[in-house]
């Protein structure tokens, strides 16, 4: 890579950071990215989940204060989410290549789908916080199967969690917002961790993409609630088209 899109890879890194723990759409900025400057679809996938790991856990500890009281909540949760990424990242790596290109672009349409429709999954949150539900059974097969799909393709994970808790669980959004960022760090965590062993990847990028997003991640937790969601929804629509083009025009 020249200078100009190493800059470039951080750049969409600390987009992605901020995003994933505002709304957790990042991968629909740094995949296009990586596959502009070249990269493979599946090894940017892969790079993409190891790189913004630290992003994820940086986000998650900015939440930190919205987690107390949730111990039981993400000891619960959390094996469904790394069980989920395990199966997804398999898949990954053991479907042919072409089956990943045939499928993103889907992927990519389903999670922009998700990212437009959040404000409606957010009143559905709001009208539920009243009512005395925890989710049970069907919340841990609904994040098992989000995990399935962040280990595979991450794109619009964390919103695919919020939506899912949204219709299953009474609590407050920033409280749900804080637990999806732990549940979504741990899927990015074990599939990085199997890519280590059973994928290429390309450590420069991953290198590029933990800096960038490390400090996104911050950010998004101190000043993201504060930026207009429409404007940030609508920059992820427009770079999610972007990837989807860029995937069918290779």
């Given at each position: 890579m020249s200078v100009w899109e190493m800059i470039a890879v951080v750049t969409a890194g600390v987009f992605a950071g901020g995003i994933n723990t505002v709304v957790g759409s990042g991968t629909l900025v740094t995949f296009p990215v990586l596959l502009a400057v070249g990269y493979p679809p599946v090894v940017a996938n892969v790079s993409n989940s190891l790189g913004l790991v630290p992003g994820s856990l940086s986000g998650a500890w900015g939440y930190r204060e919205e987690l107390k009281g949730q111990?039981?909540?993400?000891?619960?949760?959390l094996p469904a989410s790394i069980l989920g990424g395990i199966i997804g990242a398999i898949l990954l790596v053991t479907l042919p290549d072409k089956a990943f290109t045939a499928i993103v672009p889907v992927l990519i349409v389903i999670a922009l789908v998700l990212v437009v429709i959040q404000p409606w999954l957010?009143?559905?949150?709001?009208?539920?916080?009243n009512?005395?539900?925890?989710?049970?059974?069907?919340?841990?097969?609904?994040?098992?199967?989000?995990?399935?799909?962040?280990?595979?393709?991450?794109?619009?994970?964390?919103?695919l969690v919020m939506g899912i808790m949204g219709v299953l669980v009474s609590e407050h959004l920033?409280?749900?917002?804080?637990?999806?960022?732990?549940?979504?760090?741990?899927v990015n965590l074990v599939a990085g961790v199997l890519f280590i062993f059973i994928a290429d990847v390309a450590w420069l990028?991953?290198?590029?993409?933990?800096?960038?997003?490390?400090?996104?991640?911050q950010?998004?937790?101190?000043i993201g609630?504060?930026?207009?969601?429409?404007?940030?929804?609508?920059?992820?629509?427009?770079?999610?088209?972007?990837?989807?083009v860029q995937l069918l025009t290779r």
């Amino acid at each position: 890579m020249s200078v100009w899109e190493m800059i470039a890879v951080v750049t969409a890194g600390v987009f992605a950071g901020g995003i994933n723990t505002v709304v957790g759409s990042g991968t629909l900025v740094t995949f296009p990215v990586l596959l502009a400057v070249g990269y493979p679809p599946v090894v940017a996938n892969v790079s993409n989940s190891l790189g913004l790991v630290p992003g994820s856990l940086s986000g998650a500890w900015g939440y930190r204060e919205e987690l107390k009281g949730q111990a039981d909540r993400v000891k619960r949760l959390l094996p469904a989410s790394i069980l989920g990424g395990i199966i997804g990242a398999i898949l990954l790596v053991t479907l042919p290549d072409k089956a990943f290109t045939a499928i993103v672009p889907v992927l990519i349409v389903i999670a922009l789908v998700l990212v437009v429709i959040q404000p409606w999954l957010n009143r559905k949150l709001s009208h539920r916080r009243n009512e005395d539900s925890d989710g049970g059974l069907l919340l841990w097969f609904g994040v098992f199967a989000a995990g399935i799909y962040g280990g595979y393709f991450g794109a619009a994970q964390g919103v695919l969690v919020m939506g899912i808790m949204g219709v299953l669980v009474s609590e407050h959004l920033q409280r749900m917002n804080a637990l999806k960022n732990v549940l979504t760090a741990f899927v990015n965590l074990v599939a990085g961790v199997l890519f280590i062993f059973i994928a290429d990847v390309a450590w420069l990028v991953v290198l590029l993409l933990a800096v960038g997003s490390v400090v996104g991640g911050q950010i998004g937790a101190k000043i993201g609630r504060k930026l207009p969601p429409a404007v940030l929804r609508g920059v992820i629509v427009v770079v999610g088209v972007a990837a989807i083009v860029q995937l069918l025009t290779r």
